[in-house]
């Protein structure tokens, strides 16, 4: 298939930021607070028109996640949905059991997940420990995980006796995200990922991501033409995306994946709202 041409959002090279670290609270309503009217950020974004996003269908060579910091597994889940928390959990088990065979895992843990949905939502009340909650799509090309962050990840989810039997030489940790649409075909906002061999280290900004209970950081990208951007058309339930987010590896093979959601200009007017569920893992191979 054609490349697809699509508008991406960036994060602005502002002044600001030379001074202020960029950052973003994500807060429950509460009397005296309204998210959708305080804001609680101060992150200025900017759409770049006209970017060649390519069909990974297309590549003459297969994706591969410890080369462009991205790949699509063949596998069928057993979930569709998730009205319950069990079924989300039982979702994490059964992606923990995916990225254990496909990348040859000695352990793996799947310490989150989000469910996504392009709707527009109206709530006063956001509970962020129900696992069924869902969000909408998250703006902006990103990285979930720094170069800072990712070490305190790995020791915040860790038991200390999985640490104590692994973080020692001849272990490699990462942290890697599956991403599975819910829909059939997806066509309405779908997710592209950018070839990490084309990033620049000018072009991560690193913010601050606050909850209530902790702050972590995440990268931001600026625009660089030179970025190469790939997304599966039509993608189905079948097809997950796994990219990675943090290597503890050292070397010139890929250590992250920026990625972000996209309008399809080829979408027609009355495809399903897209719908998604992502992970993040920590995956333990040996080196």
Known sequence: MPPVRASLEYLQKLPLYEYEKPYWCFLPPKEGYDPDHQRVDNLEFENHSDIIIQDIRDRKTKARIGECGFEVFDHKSKFSAFPTAEDVIQYREETEMLLKEKLGAEFVQCYDSRLRENILFQRRQLDLNDLTLTEGPARGVHNDITYVSGPTVINRYLSDETKSKYLRPGYRFRIVNTWRTLIPQLEDRPLALCDSRSVNPEDLVAADRIIPDRVGEVYYLTYNPNHQWFWLEKQTPSEPYAFV?????????????????????????????????????IVITKD
């Open 245 to 281: 987010m943090y290597d503890t590896k050292g070397g010139d093979h890929a250590r992250f994946c920026p990625h972000v959601s996209f309008v399809n200009p080829n979408a027609p007017k009355d495809a399903a709202p897209r719908q998604s569920i992502e992970t993040r893992s």
